[in-house]
């Protein structure tokens, strides 16, 4: 049963092209509504390559649910490695902070990956500004996230929490 969704869009002259998994684990997260890979066109015949990730609600402050989330954390770790090194980005709906996941930890710890809303005074912006306003919570949160990979982070030009309501939680 698909509990979720995904969606990716670029601006014309970009476009999306969809990867297929070529592991089993990514094809079941592609399957329940949780994982996306594509490649965004950047012009000159480059690309990015790029995952998508929705984490399962409440990862935050329920045990299991952060699980759930690590496993398809783990998944999507399965799925790059089976792909040519180069620029990498993880975005998406985490549902949870990053040291709530292992998986997205290591990567940020032990792989040299950057969370940029971490960063955002690199590009005169805050640091860790919220992504999330609910309905029931007291505050906003930090739950969407960008993580870039090694090869991507000097590559980065600029960064923004943009605040909209066109798509409310």
Same mark, same amino acid.
């Given at each position: 049963?698909?509990?979720?969704?995904?969606?990716?869009?670029?601006?014309?002259?970009?476009?999306?092209? &969809?990867?297929?998994? &070529?592991? &089993?684990?990514?094809?079941?997260?592609?399957?329940?509504?949780?994982?996306?890979?594509?490649?965004?066109?950047?012009?000159?015949?480059?690309?990015?390559?790029?995952?998508?990730?929705?984490?399962?609600?409440?990862?935050?402050?329920?045990?299991?649910?952060?699980?759930?989330?690590?496993?398809?954390?783990?998944?999507?770790?399965?799925?790059?490695?089976?792909?040519?090194?180069?620029?990498?980005?993880?975005?998406?709906?985490?549902?949870?902070?990053?040291?709530?996941?292992?998986?997205?930890?290591?990567?940020?710890?032990?792989?040299?990956?950057?969370?940029?809303?971490?960063?955002?005074?690199?590009?005169?912006?805050?640091?860790?500004?919220?992504?999330?306003?609910?309905?029931?919570?007291? &505050?906003?949160?930090?739950?969407?996230?960008?993580?870039?990979?090694?090869?991507?982070?000097?590559?980065?030009?600029?960064?923004?929490?943009?605040?909209?309501?066109?798509?409310?939680?």
């Amino acid at each position: 049963r698909n509990l979720g969704g995904m969606a990716a869009i670029a601006r014309y002259p970009h476009h999306i092209i &969809k990867v297929a998994a &070529k592991t &089993k684990e990514f094809q079941e997260g592609i399957d329940a509504g949780r994982l996306q890979h594509f490649l965004y066109t950047c012009g000159n015949g480059h690309t990015l390559d790029c995952y998508n990730l929705y984490g399962y609600t409440g990862a935050h402050g329920s045990r299991s649910q952060a699980k759930k989330t690590n496993i398809i954390c783990s998944a999507l770790k399965g799925e790059m490695g089976s792909h040519p090194k180069g620029p990498v980005c993880i975005l998406g709906d985490v549902n949870a902070d990053p040291a709530d996941i292992s998986q997205l930890q290591d990567l940020l710890d032990s792989e040299g990956w950057n969370d940029l809303g971490a960063h955002g005074q690199r590009w005169g912006q805050p640091g860790q500004e919220y992504t999330c306003v609910t309905s029931g919570a007291r &505050k906003p949160t930090r739950r969407d996230y960008i993580f870039v990979n090694p090869d991507l982070w000097p590559l980065v030009s600029n960064f923004e929490v943009v605040h909209s309501d066109a798509f409310p939680t």
